[in-house]
DNA sequence: CTCGTACTACGAGGTCTATCGTACGAGCAG
DNA sequence: CTGCTCGTACGATAGACCTCGTAGTACGAG
């Protein structure tokens, strides 16, 4: 297939430049995009989002991960009908130094504190 | 006046267990907040609310500020008509070690490296 | 007591967000 | 081609949030 992909197949990412404190912070003051970060953090590798079993709709679902790639703290593609979603550590790490690895520790912390679902 | 205090007088604050991370970020997200407090990191001491320049009304500095205590970011008390606001690092750097000052460094940078107002 | 300063409380307006349900497109297995 | 699964788009709704203006309370000075 000489095309690039298909219609709406194509993800657009914020560059590294593009990547703002707050809207990263915002994406995860929420606890159900926390816990896909927390859980895309200890796989090695990319996960499709139907990997995670989320209190949530489909619909939500989608727009949860789409704040994420939105905001930077995540990279998607298509692998077949699968979405493969990863963190963007090396961007994150670059612009923020520490503060993912804070951020997970913290968020790990107070799972094992808190002990919620998953 | 035979009560204990003046009504308002007292400022409910989180104890340190109930401080959670999605509300401390979610604190944090807000541009306005972030700013009070990157200034306050600077600050030896505690400043009063009036200290700050923010391009907003008191009425929505209140706001802020109540914001920030409430989600255990802050402490605040009264000295006469002023109210004195700090950062409760020990909290957090107990509950999230590392965490605030990863955050105040990438707020630092992104600041030196955007160079928003103030 | 009176006044000025510092901050708050309340209500309102406009925007954003999280959530859902339903209907649809893309790819893979028969 | 026919289904099946994965994920999207769109619309709707209810709630939260930021902002403000106005009116009011607490404290200290004169």
């Keep these: 297939m000489t095309e690039t ?11 590294r430049a593009e990547i703002r ?6 994406a995860l003051s929420d606890p159900v995009r926390l816990r896909i ?16 079993d989320l209190p949530v709709t489909k619909s939500t679902t989608t727009h949860h991960f789409r704040v994420l790639r939105e905001s930077g703290v995540i990279r998607q593609c298509y692998r ?14 670059d612009l923020f130094p ?9 968020a790990r912390g107070q799972h094992a504190r808190l002990g919620e679902d998953t």
């Design 21 to 26: 404190l707050e809207t990263v912070l915002h």
């Design 5 to 15: 992909a298909a219609p709406g197949r194509v993800l657009p990412h914020p560059d």
């Design 98 to 106: 520490g503060l993912l690895d804070a951020l997970l520790a913290a």
């Design 80 to 93: 077949g009908t699968a979405k493969m979603s990863g963190l963007r550590r090396d961007d994150l790490d």
């Design 37 to 52: 970060v927390r859980e895309l953090s200890t796989a090695a590798d990319e996960l499709s989002c139907s990997r995670f």
